[in-house]
C-alpha cells in the first residue's frame, strides 16, 4: 500500500471518528417554560358556549396548574415521536383524576371531549394505566388486564382501560410524583417513582401531540420535559 493511500484512510479515518466522538447528546426541552402557556393551546368544551367558563389551565408560583374543571385538555402545539416525557406532578389536595396523552390528534373525538389518543393515566391509585382513546395499544395479559376480549374496544361503551402492573408507586397525596414515559415507534413504557408500571406494543399510532387533562380534580407540573431517544430504556 503506498504512503499516500495510507495517509488518505488515516486521514478519513480521524474525520470519521472525530464526526463520530463529537455526536452531541439528545437534547432535553422544556414543554412548559414556567411563566405562561406559550407553545400549548387550551381545548375546553364548556368555554365555547358558556361566558363565564375560566381556562381550567394556570400558571401559579411557575408552576403548570390544571384546576380539574371545567373539563378539556391542554394540549401541545408541536408533535412528536420517539421521545422521554419526564412529568413531575402531585395533587394538591384530594386525591383524584388526571392523565397525560400521548400521540394525540383530532379533538374531541370521544364523548365530544378527549381527543384521539393513548392516555397514560395519573388517578390516584390507578397511576400507569393506558386508556385507550380511539387509538389501541396491546400488553401482555390482555384478557387479565382488559377483560373480556369481546368487550375490548376504542370508543364509547368498550372497555378501553388496561390495567398497569402495581398501583403501589405513587407517593402520598400532596406529594410530589415523578412519572416517565418513553413512547418509541409503536412502544410505550411507563414508570412512576421509578418503578415499571406498564409497557405497550403496536400502538395504532407513533407520533403526535402531547395533552394534559383537566379532569375533576387541581394537580401542579413542575416539569414537563422532553428528550428525544432511539431506544427504550431498561
Known sequence: M????????????LIVFGWVGCQPEP???????GTDLTGWHVDVPEMDSVSTAINPFIVRDGHLVSLGTPEGHL???ALYSNYRLEVTYRFTGT???????VHASTPRALY???PKSIEVQMMTENAGDFWVIVEDISVPDMIERRGPEEEWGITEGKKRRIL??????ESPVGEWNTM???ALGGQIKVWVNGDLVNHGTGATAQSGQIAVQAE???VEFSNLLITPITALSE
Open 164 to 169: 398497569n402492573l402495581t398501583d403501589g408507586s
Open 180 to 182: 416517565i414515559i418513553e
Open 216 to 218: 375533576g380534580s387541581e
Open 95 to 101: 386525591p383524584g383524576n388526571c392523565g397525560i396523552l
Open 2 to 13: 503506498s504512503k499516500t493511500v495510507m495517509k488518505s484512510r488515516y486521514f478519513l479515518f
Open 75 to 77: 394540549i401541545t402545539d
Open 112 to 114: 365530544a371531549m378527549f
Open 27 to 33: 437534547k432535553t426541552l422544556s414543554l412548559f417554560n
